[in-house]
């Protein structure tokens, strides 16, 4: 489990491509790596990723075919730069909100615009995670815990202050930059719970959340 709030950037080292998947080497630059262990979970752009190997400044994980297919990782070359934070423990500030490190599917920089001293940025909004993303709710782009600031016709906007650019890789982004989403893992459990998702589904359900079914469950009045 992960809070959204980035520790440091990384840089991709190297990228072995193998028939399982791949193996990743990421330098990890100013990230304190003193307490990592073997079997550690490390967020890579938004991605739950294991440490098999590590020395002082870099770390080693493999990515599955299933995580390639499904996150921005099939586009990544060496040289590029990833946010990184390390799974959170009990005694940690809880600064963000929870994310599983589980990416959900993979949106696009849409336009980039200032904003007084804040940087706004527009992002597409994929169908099928549509109904999970709110104005004022919580979402995971890359890894980075932000607060959705506003919806129009199959997009969002993110509102993004200067420290979180200095701390993160968005200074990097360009229109058509795709990036790793993750939504609020409570909507996810919400949604299953309020449909009574069943044990034999083989896909994702079109939602049937819908206004009436949250007025009974008490939600909104």
């Known amino acids: 489990m992960f809070t959204g709030i980035i520790e440091a950037v990384g840089t991709i080292k190297a990228i072995n491509i193998n028939a399982q998947g791949a193996r990743l080497v990421i330098a990890t630059d100013s990230l304190d790596m003193s307490d ?13 990723l294991t440490v098999v190997d590590f020395e002082q400044h870099s770390y ?7 995580t390639l297919q499904r996150t921005g990782f099939a586009n990544y070359t060496v040289g590029m730069q990833v946010n990184l934070e390390k799974a959170m423990l009990a005694s940690t500030r809880f600064g963000g909100h929870m994310v599983s490190g589980h990416v959900d599917g993979i949106s696009e920089v849409l336009a980039i ?13 994929p169908n099928d995670l549509a109904h999970y ?24 906007r993110l509102t993004i202050v200067p420290h979180t650019v200095k ?10 930059t795709k990036v790793n ?12 719970l309020l449909t009574k ?14 206004e009436s079914l949250l007025q009974k469950a008490g939600f909104i009045k």
């Open 113 to 125: 615009t200032n904003n007084g001293n804040s940087i706004e940025y527009w992002l597409s909004m």
């Open 181 to 192: 989403l993750e939504v609020d893992l409570i909507a996810r459990y919400l949604e299953r």
């Open 167 to 176: 701390e993160t890789i968005f200074a990097h982004y360009q229109v058509g």
């Open 60 to 66: 080693s994980a493999d990515v599955s075919n299933e």
């Open 197 to 210: 998702g069943s044990a034999t589904e083989t896909t994702s359900p079109k939602s049937n959340v819908t």
């Open 133 to 156: 993303i709110a104005e004022k709710g919580s979402v995971t782009v890359d890894g980075t815990s932000l607060t959705v600031n506003a919806l129009d016709n199959g997009k969002f």
């Open 36 to 48: 990592v262990k073997l079997g550690d979970s490390i967020a890579t752009n938004g991605i739950c």
